[in-house]
């Protein structure tokens, strides 16, 4: 791992500079004073999906229901489809698109920032989560303002997700140890530019050893309940910790079994266009 963390080191100023190059946020709608869940309704051309949204993940739980109140949803294709995966909507320029033209780009004009509650939420079979851009241009995770996916996901072994546990374990370690770098960014330009091997390298172990100090406790990411619905039921783990789940199906998953078992083109989007009709908030 040490070899890993001083190139991290090395790449420090690379790595923070783009990090402001971000959309501007500030037409995101801001979360009311209820903390309750609510309950959309999305009639498709497959057939009804119920989903609840979550009550603590109230800016995605706000800006969902604006959309909906407002039609953002009504007419839009589910564009991305993968088998075993899930299936993804809400590109605003779907409702219109020509057949096989790809889709996915296509988004409101803001970003929501991004709503982790973690481990309560995670991506077992029927969560709803927020679709983003990818890290190198998004570290921060900040979800679309529109685009959403259901996850369809598969049955893992307890062995599989042993192994998932480590790599989580490792990559925590890294996202601490890159914000610790990130705090020390002047020193290390500085020894950067005094070509200064052993001071970097000094640094290098000390931020190390915070980092094993500050993760000691941290051994598990997988908690029974996840442990149980992954090999039960199913789901993406690898996704959990990186896109915000903010809801889940509570009727219509055999809808959406229908709609991850179509056919696709070499874009994942549905041979035959497969739309939500409407959606609308329901008691």
């Not at 080191?9 to 959309?23: F, N, R, V």
């Not at 979360?31 to 603590?56: A, C, F, Q, R, W």
């Not at 296509?106 to 973690?118: K, L, N, R, T």
């Not at 369809?152 to 790599?167: C, S």
Request: proline share 4%.
């Amino acid at each position: 791992m040490k070899k890993a963390l001083l190139l991290v080191i090395l790449a420090i100023a690379a790595i923070i500079g783009p990090h402001a190059q971000l959309k501007p946020t500030s037409t995101m709608p801001q979360p009311t004073e209820n903390n309750g869940d609510v309950k959309v309704l999305l009639t498709t051309s497959m057939g009804d999906i119920t989903v609840l949204l979550y009550g603590d993940t109230p800016r995605h739980r706000d800006n969902f229901v604006k959309l909906v109140n407002e039609g953002n949803y009504d007419g839009v294709l589910f564009h991305r489809v993968i088998n075993d995966f899930m299936v993804q909507t809400g590109d605003p320029s779907s409702r219109t698109a020509a057949a096989g033209r790809r889709l996915g780009d296509g988004d409101v004009p803001y970003q929501i920032e991004a709503e982790f509650v973690f481990p309560r939420h995670f991506h077992h079979r029927g969560a709803l989560a927020a679709a983003r851009q990818g890290d190198e241009v998004n570290p921060e995770k900040k979800s679309s303002g529109s685009q959403f996916y259901i996850v369809t996901g598969k049955k893992f072994t307890d062995g599989q997700l042993d192994a998932m546990n480590r790599n989580a374990v490792m990559k925590h370690k890294q996202e601490v140890f890159n914000n610790l770098a990130a705090q020390h960014r002047d020193s290390i330009m500085a020894l950067r530019r005094n070509r200064d091997t052993a001071g970097l390298q000094a640094l290098q172990e000390q931020l190390a050893e915070e980092t094993e100090k500050l993760t000691a406790a941290d051994t598990t990411f997988i908690t029974p309940e996840m442990r149980q619905a992954y090999t039960t039921e199913g789901g993406t783990p690898h996704l959990d910790g990186s896109y915000t789940v903010f809801g889940r199906v509570i009727s219509g998953m055999d809808v959406v079994d229908k709609i991850q078992k179509a056919e696709t083109d070499g874009y994942d989007r549905p041979v035959e266009d497969i739309r939500i009709i409407s959606a609308k908030v329901i008691d």
